[in-house]
């Protein structure tokens, strides 16, 4: 374990994971897919993880344990939105179809480079695929599949068993097959 230490603690903290910032930004923008709530979620994660810094093991890989710390953030920000739920006015429903169909068309315009990096590796129709997905598969499919953890990594950070893992990815997975299956298509990766 660390030790406090004052200036030298915060130097180390620093060393050891400003090199994993730019990952974190990427997939906390996959995952919340709006750039200030991207932007938030690391500087909570970033912070918290600073208060729990005495308790990490030195010669352990910073980058799974400051990504448990952001998908526990994650999962405690759905939490508290789903407790506190803003109340529905007339014409909600019907604004926000009309804003999602929007921002479907322009939802990576950004001049961040941490968004240019996922405008450049997802194209528009499968990063709002993506965000379609419901966050228990979102998170999971990410982690796999863009972040290359393996299921026991996977398990680990989610705090779930292996077989969760297992399932919600092949369902999150088959989901993002369903959506994105005319997608496909047009591209030329299927026929039909």
Known sequence: MWRSGGEGEREAFEAL?????PRLYAFALRLAGERATA???VQETYLKAYQAFHRFLRGRDARPW???????????????ALRTPDPLQPGDLEAWLQARGQARGSQLVSSDPGARAVERS??????????????????????ADLEEYSYPEIADLLDCPLGTVMSRLARGRKLLREML???????GLIEG
Do not use: C, G, W
């Not at 999962?75 to 508290?80: G, K, Y």
């Open 17 to 21: 994971t400003r090199e994993h910032l």
């Open 39 to 41: 932007e938030d979620l």
């Open 66 to 80: 400051l990504m448990k710390i952001l998908l526990n953030t994650y999962r405690d920000q759905l939490r508290q």
């Open 122 to 143: 997802l194209s528009e129709e499968v990063h709002a695929a993506l965000l379609d997905l419901p966050p228990e598969f979102r998170s999971i499919v990410l982690l």
């Open 181 to 187: 299956h005319e997608y496909a298509r047009r591209h």
